[in-house]
Protein backbone atom coordinates (compact mmCIF):
# COMPACT_ATOMS: atom_id res chain seq x y z
CA UNK A 1 0.00 0.00 0.00
CA UNK A 2 1.22 3.01 -0.34
CA UNK A 3 1.86 5.57 2.48
CA UNK A 4 1.57 8.99 3.42
CA UNK A 5 4.82 11.09 2.55
CA UNK A 6 4.10 14.12 4.19
CA UNK A 7 1.55 14.98 7.14
CA UNK A 8 -1.65 15.63 5.87
CA UNK A 9 -0.68 13.48 2.25
CA UNK A 10 -3.19 11.29 1.27
CA UNK A 11 -2.35 7.62 0.18
CA UNK A 12 -1.51 8.16 -3.39
CA UNK A 13 -1.75 11.96 -3.61
CA UNK A 14 1.26 14.15 -4.95
CA UNK A 15 0.48 17.12 -3.12
CA UNK A 16 -0.50 17.90 0.66
CA UNK A 17 -4.43 18.00 1.73
CA UNK A 18 -6.42 21.17 2.03
CA UNK A 19 -7.13 21.21 5.69
CA UNK A 20 -11.09 20.78 5.27
CA UNK A 21 -10.16 17.75 3.35
CA UNK A 22 -7.24 16.25 5.46
CA UNK A 23 -9.80 16.99 9.08
CA UNK A 24 -12.34 14.60 6.59
CA UNK A 25 -9.83 12.11 5.75
CA UNK A 26 -9.08 12.04 9.75
CA UNK A 27 -12.97 11.83 10.74
CA UNK A 28 -12.91 9.15 8.37
CA UNK A 29 -10.19 7.27 9.73
CA UNK A 30 -11.43 7.55 13.11
CA UNK A 31 -15.03 6.15 12.30
CA UNK A 32 -13.88 3.47 10.08
CA UNK A 33 -11.56 2.45 13.67
CA UNK A 34 -14.68 2.36 15.20
CA UNK A 35 -17.02 0.80 12.90
CA UNK A 36 -14.66 -1.98 11.42
CA UNK A 37 -14.18 -3.10 15.25
CA UNK A 38 -17.65 -2.65 16.36
CA UNK A 39 -19.37 -4.66 13.33
CA UNK A 40 -16.03 -6.17 11.59
CA UNK A 41 -14.46 -5.02 8.13
CA UNK A 42 -17.67 -5.82 5.98
CA UNK A 43 -19.20 -2.27 8.47
CA UNK A 44 -21.57 -0.14 6.17
CA UNK A 45 -19.32 2.01 4.29
CA UNK A 46 -22.64 4.58 4.32
CA UNK A 47 -22.94 4.63 7.69
CA UNK A 48 -18.70 5.30 8.44
CA UNK A 49 -19.21 8.20 6.32
CA UNK A 50 -22.49 9.56 8.18
CA UNK A 51 -20.62 9.02 11.35
CA UNK A 52 -17.78 11.34 9.80
CA UNK A 53 -20.65 13.91 8.95
CA UNK A 54 -19.87 13.55 5.20
CA UNK A 55 -21.43 12.47 2.00
CA UNK A 56 -20.58 8.78 0.83
CA UNK A 57 -19.21 10.67 -2.34
CA UNK A 58 -16.60 12.38 -0.01
CA UNK A 59 -15.41 8.68 1.53
CA UNK A 60 -14.57 7.10 -2.15
CA UNK A 61 -12.88 10.73 -3.10
CA UNK A 62 -10.18 9.65 -0.07
CA UNK A 63 -10.35 5.84 -0.67
CA UNK A 64 -11.64 4.13 -4.00
CA UNK A 65 -12.74 1.39 -1.89
CA UNK A 66 -13.08 -0.67 0.94
CA UNK A 67 -9.83 -2.42 1.13
CA UNK A 68 -8.49 0.96 0.17
CA UNK A 69 -10.21 2.25 3.23
CA UNK A 70 -9.13 -1.39 5.42
CA UNK A 71 -5.44 -0.48 4.25
CA UNK A 72 -5.10 3.12 5.31
CA UNK A 73 -6.60 2.01 8.93
CA UNK A 74 -4.42 -0.99 9.30
CA UNK A 75 -1.00 1.06 8.58
CA UNK A 76 -0.32 2.08 12.72
CA UNK A 77 -0.31 -2.28 12.91
CA UNK A 78 1.61 -2.62 9.66
CA UNK A 79 4.23 0.02 10.82
CA UNK A 80 4.66 -1.93 14.50
CA UNK A 81 4.70 -5.15 12.74
CA UNK A 82 7.71 -3.90 10.47
CA UNK A 83 8.93 -2.61 13.58
CA UNK A 84 8.65 -5.68 15.27
CA UNK A 85 10.69 -7.83 12.57
CA UNK A 86 13.18 -5.60 12.71
CA UNK A 87 13.63 -5.74 16.37
CA UNK A 88 13.84 -9.40 16.09
CA UNK A 89 16.52 -9.67 12.85
CA UNK A 90 19.35 -10.65 14.73
CA UNK A 91 17.90 -12.85 17.22
CA UNK A 92 19.76 -15.21 18.69
CA UNK A 93 17.18 -17.96 18.39
CA UNK A 94 16.08 -16.93 15.12
CA UNK A 95 13.09 -19.53 15.02
CA UNK A 96 12.00 -18.20 18.10
CA UNK A 97 11.77 -14.80 16.69
CA UNK A 98 10.34 -15.83 13.21
CA UNK A 99 7.30 -17.89 15.31
CA UNK A 100 7.15 -14.72 17.58
CA UNK A 101 6.48 -12.02 14.80
CA UNK A 102 3.86 -14.54 12.68
CA UNK A 103 2.01 -14.92 16.51
CA UNK A 104 2.13 -10.98 16.00
CA UNK A 105 0.78 -11.31 12.20
CA UNK A 106 -1.79 -13.77 13.76
CA UNK A 107 -2.89 -10.92 16.70
CA UNK A 108 -2.88 -8.31 14.02
CA UNK A 109 -5.73 -10.30 11.29
CA UNK A 110 -7.66 -10.99 14.15
CA UNK A 111 -8.28 -7.37 15.68
CA UNK A 112 -11.30 -6.71 13.19
CA UNK A 113 -13.57 -9.67 12.37
CA UNK A 114 -13.11 -10.20 8.51
CA UNK A 115 -9.78 -8.73 8.15
CA UNK A 116 -8.32 -12.31 8.01
CA UNK A 117 -10.44 -13.51 5.35
CA UNK A 118 -9.85 -10.11 3.31
CA UNK A 119 -6.38 -10.29 3.53
CA UNK A 120 -6.52 -14.28 2.37
CA UNK A 121 -8.36 -13.20 -0.37
CA UNK A 122 -6.37 -9.83 -1.50
CA UNK A 123 -3.36 -12.22 -1.51
CA UNK A 124 -4.84 -13.77 -4.45
CA UNK A 125 -5.62 -10.25 -6.12
CA UNK A 126 -2.49 -8.15 -6.81
CA UNK A 127 -4.09 -5.10 -7.71
CA UNK A 128 -5.99 -4.73 -4.10
CA UNK A 129 -5.01 -2.36 -1.66
CA UNK A 130 -4.13 -4.77 0.85
CA UNK A 131 -2.32 -6.68 -1.44
CA UNK A 132 -0.30 -4.10 -1.53
CA UNK A 133 0.26 -3.72 1.90
CA UNK A 134 1.12 -7.42 2.32
CA UNK A 135 4.11 -6.99 0.10
CA UNK A 136 6.78 -5.24 3.30
CA UNK A 137 5.05 -8.05 5.29
CA UNK A 138 6.34 -10.25 3.01
CA UNK A 139 9.85 -8.82 2.83
CA UNK A 140 10.15 -8.29 6.60
CA UNK A 141 8.73 -12.01 6.88
CA UNK A 142 10.89 -13.60 4.09
CA UNK A 143 14.28 -12.26 6.23
CA UNK A 144 13.31 -13.66 9.58
CA UNK A 145 12.23 -17.01 7.41
CA UNK A 146 15.69 -16.88 5.38
CA UNK A 147 17.75 -16.68 9.17
CA UNK A 148 15.63 -19.13 10.47
CA UNK A 149 16.38 -21.86 7.43
CA UNK A 150 20.10 -20.78 7.18
CA UNK A 151 20.52 -22.43 10.76
CA UNK A 152 18.88 -25.28 10.10
CA UNK A 153 15.59 -24.59 12.01
CA UNK A 154 13.46 -24.50 9.07
CA UNK A 155 13.02 -26.75 6.73
CA UNK A 156 13.82 -26.12 3.09
CA UNK A 157 10.54 -25.23 0.69
CA UNK A 158 8.69 -23.83 3.18
CA UNK A 159 7.86 -20.00 1.94
CA UNK A 160 7.00 -17.01 3.40
CA UNK A 161 3.76 -17.13 1.39
CA UNK A 162 2.96 -20.25 2.90
CA UNK A 163 2.99 -18.92 6.30
CA UNK A 164 1.18 -15.54 5.61
CA UNK A 165 -1.60 -17.69 4.24
CA UNK A 166 -1.24 -20.12 6.92
CA UNK A 167 -1.10 -17.12 9.59
CA UNK A 168 -4.51 -15.46 7.96
CA UNK A 169 -5.88 -18.87 8.26
CA UNK A 170 -5.12 -19.82 11.61
CA UNK A 171 -6.65 -15.66 12.42
CA UNK A 172 -10.18 -16.74 10.18
CA UNK A 173 -10.42 -20.04 12.83
CA UNK A 174 -9.70 -18.17 16.00
CA UNK A 175 -12.34 -15.92 14.50
CA UNK A 176 -14.96 -18.22 14.39
CA UNK A 177 -13.93 -19.61 17.99
CA UNK A 178 -14.51 -16.39 19.95
CA UNK A 179 -15.10 -18.02 23.26
CA UNK A 180 -11.71 -20.13 23.11
CA UNK A 181 -8.80 -17.16 23.32
CA UNK A 182 -6.06 -19.73 23.39
CA UNK A 183 -7.29 -21.39 19.99
CA UNK A 184 -4.77 -19.01 17.98
CA UNK A 185 -1.58 -19.96 19.53
CA UNK A 186 -2.37 -23.65 20.52
CA UNK A 187 -2.97 -23.96 16.40
CA UNK A 188 0.11 -22.02 15.42
CA UNK A 189 2.15 -24.00 17.87
CA UNK A 190 0.62 -27.47 16.44
CA UNK A 191 1.38 -26.46 12.85
CA UNK A 192 5.07 -24.66 13.08
CA UNK A 193 6.15 -28.29 15.28
CA UNK A 194 5.96 -29.52 11.05
CA UNK A 195 8.60 -26.66 9.75
CA UNK A 196 11.27 -28.09 12.08
CA UNK A 197 13.54 -29.83 10.37
Not at 104 to 127: F, Q
Not at 173 to 188: G, V
Request: net charge negative; charged share 25%.
Amino acid sequence: MTTSTAAGTAPGAARPMRADARRNYERLLTEARSAFAEHGTDASLEDIARRAGVGIGTLYRHFPNRHALMGAVFQEALAALLERSRQLADADRPCEALVEWLRAIITHAGEYRGLAGALMSASHDRSSALSECSVPLREAGSRLLARAASGGAVREGVSIDDLMQLTNAIALAAEQSPDDPELADRLLMLTLRGLKA
